[in-house]
């Protein structure tokens, strides 16, 4: 069993900047992957990003250049850095471990104003 706690959520204007944390109660270098997802009202959840254990990463193309994914493994926690922000990009921003099951954390949310 994981704990995965997210923090770093808040209310944002247009082309500003936030940096979410996830900690984990564990090593995260066990896990093929970590990732973050998230969840607008009255849509699916998505991919945005995802660092893999040898540190490869990938990004929803919505999110290039804006977003950058990185990881600690010696403090157990993976960050998300996301600047230019718009309001599209408003939703619940959940960190996930890759595993079988998969571990998710509670969620942080993100609200961009125009």
């Known amino acids: 069993q994981v704990q995965l706690v997210e923090s770093g959520g808040g209310l944002v204007q247009a082309g500003g900047s936030l940096r979410l944390s996830c900690a984990a109660s564990?090593?995260?270098?066990?896990?093929?992957?970590m990732a973050w997802y998230r969840q607008a009202p009255g849509k699916q959840r998505e991919l945005v990003a995802r660092?893999?254990?040898?540190?490869?990463?990938n990004y929803a193309d919505s999110v290039k250049g804006r977003f950058t994914i990185s990881r600690d493994n010696a403090k157990n926690t993976v960050y998300l850095q996301m600047n230019s922000l718009k309001p599209e990009d408003t939703a619940v921003y959940y960190c996930?471990?890759?595993?079988?099951?998969?571990?998710w954390g509670q969620g942080t949310q993100v609200t961009v104003s125009s």
């Open positions: 996930n471990a890759e595993s079988r099951p998969p571990y």
């Open positions: 660092i893999s254990s040898l540190s490869s990463t």
């Open positions: 564990r090593s995260i270098f066990r896990f093929n992957a």
